[in-house]
């Protein structure tokens, strides 16, 4: 099995076979049941987040040289942080993610997706045309950062992701470590700069008093995080949609759009594996793990658990536990931008489908895919616009999928 390249089968036979499976060639745990999976996100005493940002390739030292000149590190802030710390730093990050704060932004990102939308004429690649900086412009704008050359910022965040999360070689780290090195840079100046005054979140860590070091590793991964994955989600959501016969059309009628963000993140989430390591012997599934054992968590695989969710393989807009997926964690670490990556998700694909109601995929052929060992998503979404005055058809598919009533009906 390809850890970075999983096929749906391949995830069902760990499941059904193998739930806490060693896999010889990088040491990993791997835990696929929905259950399990849930278990260890909600018990981070027994098993801790500290691996969560660790390279997957060890980076060697000539790499790490490139960059300790640059002062890069990642002190335990968010999503690798098991110690009393990580709770006042989640709340001082949260207050810039408020549900109010996010609902705000609604027609803002309306606003960003028409922008684009509008210069998009017969064929087209949403990725670029769309998926890729919205998610960025939004994100800056929530947490009050301005004036970032948003292109940089994207180049820094996808390479930060394969130095960390790809199967690369030593040649390749050397390449990706000079961006990962400049944008950890750039951080560690901006929050310097920062006016405790200010009304961003570089200020708001200045004023709390975070020491610098800190501020910078928070932002990393936040800076980064909080928007690839959107873009990805992005990306996952228009493949899944438009292969469903007749799903495109409705999504402007309420609550389809929204019902729809969540089967993709139930059967395609953009973050599709997780880790943890044992802080003490456990057994999970009746396999004894010892202390320090790496544990990468198949959250793709636990959207697909038959236990849990009737039909798994089926996509079912209407399907009333849609939202027990764990794509974006549980516990502790719930991920602080689940909000706003589902309004930023329903509200592209609404009005997309608004803008080209008859919209369709170019091709059949399955799309270049993002394989990383955390994350995975189709790289291009080349689509044919279609007639904007035509409104297409294909009801009698979809009523099997959302039922006679719409959505909430099954």
Known sequence: MDLFQPEPA????????????????????????????????????????????????????PVLRVLARAGF?????????????????????????????VAAVGPRIAELAAERLDRLTGRADLHPALARDLPALVLLEVLGIRDVDVDALKA???ASLELFWGDVTTARQHELARPAAAFHQ????????????????????????????????????LLIAGQETTTQLLCAAFHAVLREDGLWSRLGEPGVAA??????????PPVSTWRRVTAEPVTLS?????????????????????????????????????RRHLAFGFGRHFCLGAGLARLEAEVVLRETARRFPRLRLASA????MLGLLSFRAPLSVRVELGDQDDLAGGGAVLQQLVGPGGVGQR
């Open 156 to 158: 820094w965040s996808t």
């Open 286 to 322: 009746g396999v004894d793990l010892p202390a320090g054992a790496p544990v990468l968590l198949m959250l793709a695989g636990s959207g697909s658990d038959p236990d849990v969710f009737d039909e798994p393989e089926r996509f079912c807009p209407a399907r009333p536990n849609a």
């Open 259 to 268: 019902a729809c963000v969540e089967e993709v993140l139930r059967r395609d």
């Open 10 to 61: 391949e995830l069902r036979s760990l499941r059904e076979d193998a739930p806490v499976h060693r896999d010889e060639r990088t040491g990993l745990w791997l835990v696929s049941r929905y259950d399990d999976v849930r278990a260890v996100l909600a018990d981070p005493r027994r098993f801790r987040p500290d691996n969560a940002l660790t390279a997957v390739v060890p980076i060697p030292r």
């Open 73 to 101: 590190s990642l002190p335990p802030t968010l999503a690798n942080n098991g110690t009393d710390t990580h709770a006042d730093l989640r709340r001082l990050v949260a207050r810039f993610l408020t549900p109010a704060r």
């Open 365 to 368: 052929e399955p799309p270049p």
């Open 186 to 221: 750039w951080l560690t100046s901006r929050i310097k700069a920062a006016d405790p005054a200010g009304d961003d979140l570089f200020a708001a860590l200045r004023a709390h008093g975070v020491p610098i070091r800190d501020a910078a590793g928070l932002c990393y991964f």
